[in-house]
Each structure stands twice: as structure tokens, then as C-alpha cells.
């Protein structure tokens, strides 16, 4: 198992967000996480990516395991560099007064130093070739769709062998919806591993191979993404009837 997430229970000061979460993903695969607004879904993302306070959510029980071994003591800047996880958050954060590819390489930071970027950086143009006709562009004048492009791209700069993606389909229009995803698919047939949290259940159902739906800080159901669709509940509640 690449990551397995345990009985984690997670608290905001005295909020509790999540009542004990249990979810793994294995090399390999796409696994999503849906459910409507404050279920928890952004917190189970930054606890696994361990972000510093003030942000931080605090973990109070359980556990989350990477490849067998418990990351609650690892940093941040580990979890990237070491574990090779990497996370895309939701609204991209990316720094709109550099250029795209000034936003590439700030992400090569913790690199070896004999890591072939020139490939890396060849990848992303091949799989996102907006963003090659675009690399000398402000990101700030990017589309929305174009930015969620770049901070797919960003990520992947750090070399990482597994991409957490917080509602990377938030604000863009159909067409570039499915184009992402599309992308996104081909990433994961090359290899990559996602841990895709998306509202649109849908889109990301599509994709997955497998699903959790996460309610008020609790696991609803689970499956794979034939089981989920075709789950009455999971139906009615996520996916329109
Ligand atoms: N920084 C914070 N401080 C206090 N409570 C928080 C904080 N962030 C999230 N919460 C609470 O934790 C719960 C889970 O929120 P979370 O952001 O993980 O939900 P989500 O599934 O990502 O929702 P959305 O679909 O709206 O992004 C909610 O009740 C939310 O109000
Ligand atoms: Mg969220």
C-alpha cells in the first residue's frame, strides 16, 4: 500500500472534522475522494501533506502511513522531497507575476542536482502544449483552466511520484474540465498516482478506479468507481438521480 490513512481523527481547536477516516491508495492508482462542502475532504489533504501551522489541521488520533511507515512526524518539505508526494491545492496558488516557466522551476528547488530537468520540463509541455506556446507568459494572464494547467505542471516538477489534487475542476468551463482530466488519466497511465478530491463526482468517478465518499468527517460508502455510480445513494446525492 502507498498510503494508508487510519482511524484518523482531525480537529480545528475544538472543531472535530474528521471522526476517524480510514482510506488507503495503491501505487499505481487513481482513488477519489467526493462529498459535498465542509465534509472534510481539503482536511484529509493537508493532514497527509502535514502543513504547517497556523493552517494545520491537528491530528488527534489514528494514523497515515506512507509505504508502512507512520509520516506524523515528517515535515512538509519531506513529505515532497523524500516521500515524493506532492500536493496541487485547491485555487492553484500559483505566483501570478511570474512567468510559467519561472513558476516550473521554483518547484526544482529541493531536486537533486543531477536530476534531468530538461526532460521533466519537456513532459509538461507534452502533456499540457498550452502552457509550452505560453512559458514566457505571465501567469497571471493565464486562463483559469491554463492555471490549473501550470499548477498540475508545478507539482510535477518535484519530481513527485504521487499527486494530491484538491478540486482541480473548481471554476473551469466543461471543455477544459474534460481536457484536465483527460490529461490527467494519461498522467496515471504513465504511472502516476492520484489522490483526486473532487465535488464533481461525475468527473472524477470517470477516472478513479476506486472511491470514498466522505460525509461530515466520516467515510458513506466506498468502492470502485463502478460501485459508487451505481450506489442509489451515492446516485442521488452526488451524481443528480
Ligand atoms: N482552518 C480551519 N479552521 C476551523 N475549521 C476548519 C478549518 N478548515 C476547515 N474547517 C472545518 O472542517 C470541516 C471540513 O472542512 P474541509 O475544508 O476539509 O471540507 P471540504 O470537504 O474540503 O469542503 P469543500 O468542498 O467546501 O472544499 C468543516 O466543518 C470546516 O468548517
Ligand atoms: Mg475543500
Do not use: W
Amino acid at each position: 500500500m502507498l498510503l494508508s490513512v487510519e482511524n484518523l481523527e482531525v480537529k480545528y481547536g475544538n472543531i472535530q472534522a474528521l471522526h476517524g477516516i480510514s482510506f488507503n491508495v495503491k501505487e499505481g492508482e487513481i482513488v477519489t475522494l467526493i462529498g459535498a462542502n465542509g465534509a472534510g475532504k481539503t482536511t484529509s489533504l493537508y493532514s497527509i501533506a502535514r502543513l504547517a501551522p497556523p493552517e494545520a489541521p491537528k491530528v488527534v488520533g489514528g494514523d497515515i502511513r506512507f509505504m508502512g511507515e507512520s509520516i506524523l512526524n515528517t515535515a512538509p518539505s519531506d513529505v515532497v522531497k523524500n516521500l515524493k508526494l506532492a500536493l496541487v491545492p485547491e485555487g492553484r496558488h500559483i505566483f501570478g507575476n511570474l512567468t510559467v516557466m519561472e513558476n516550473l522551476e521554483l518547484a526544482t528547488y529541493s531536486r537533486d542536482k543531477d536530476a534531468d530537468l530538461d526532460k521533466d520540463y519537456q513532459r509538461i509541455f507534452d502533456l499540457f502544449p498550452r502552457l509550452a506556446e505560453r512559458r514566457k507568459q505571465r501567469s497571471e494572464s493565464l486562463s483559469g483552466g491554463e492555471q490549473q494547467m501550470l499548477a498540475v505542471g508545478r507539482a510535477l516538477m518535484t519530481g513527485c511520484r504521487a499527486l494530491m489534487l484538491d478540486e482541480p475542476s473548481m471554476g473551469l468551463a466543461p471543455v477544459l474540465k474534460y481536457e484536465l482530466f483527460r490529461t490527467l488519466k494519461k498522467l496515471n497511465e504513465e504511472g502516476m498516482t492520484l489522490l483526486l478530491v473532487e465535488q464533481n463526482a461525475k468527473l472524477a468517478l470517470d477516472i478513479a478506479h476506486r472511491g470514498y465518499v466522505l460525509d461530515t468527517g466520516t467515510i458513506a460508502a466506498s468502492g470502485t468507481s463502478e460501485e459508487l455510480a451505481g450506489n442509489p445513494e451515492v446516485r442521488k446525492a452526488y451524481l443528480g438521480g
